[in-house]
């Protein structure tokens, strides 16, 4: 088992800027996918981003142009650059480890989760 420990949450203006960090600890390799979720109030979990282990990237349709996800392997940690933040990305945002999403969403391991408030 993994285990994540999200920071790097906040207050921050429509228009601005975030990076969260999510740390890993537990496992040697790097030989897994992370990614990150969010859920807003009232709203069901949704997928935001995925770095898999080979390197490809992908993004739900509603980051994609404004947050980026990148990955430190010597870190073990997992990045979410977000940036022209909307009010509607107001959540708290989760990272998990082998994360999946489309039809069935789920992930192997979560982290304790971070808040995201975005002023208007």
């Known amino acids: 088992q993994v285990q994540l420990v999200e920071s790097g949450g906040g207050l921050v203006q429509a228009g601005g800027s975030l990076r969260l960090s999510c740390a890993a600890s537990?496992?040697?390799?790097?030989?897994?996918?992370m990614g990150w979720f969010r859920q807003a109030p009232g709203k069901e979990r949704e997928f935001v981003a995925a770095?898999?282990?080979?390197?490809?990237?992908y993004y739900a349709d509603s980051v994609k142009g404004r947050f980026t996800i990148s990955r430190d392997y010597a870190k073990k940690t997992i990045y979410l650059q977000m940036i022209s933040l909307k009010p509607e990305d107001t959540a708290v945002y989760y990272c998990?480890?082998?994360?999946?999403?489309?039809?069935?969403?789920?992930?192997?391991?979560w982290g304790q989760g971070t808040q995201v408030t975005v002023s208007s």
């Open positions: 770095f898999r282990w080979n390197g490809n990237t």
């Open positions: 998990a480890t082998e994360p999946r999403w489309g039809l069935t969403l789920g992930a192997q391991d």
């Open positions: 537990g496992r040697t390799s790097n030989n897994y996918d």
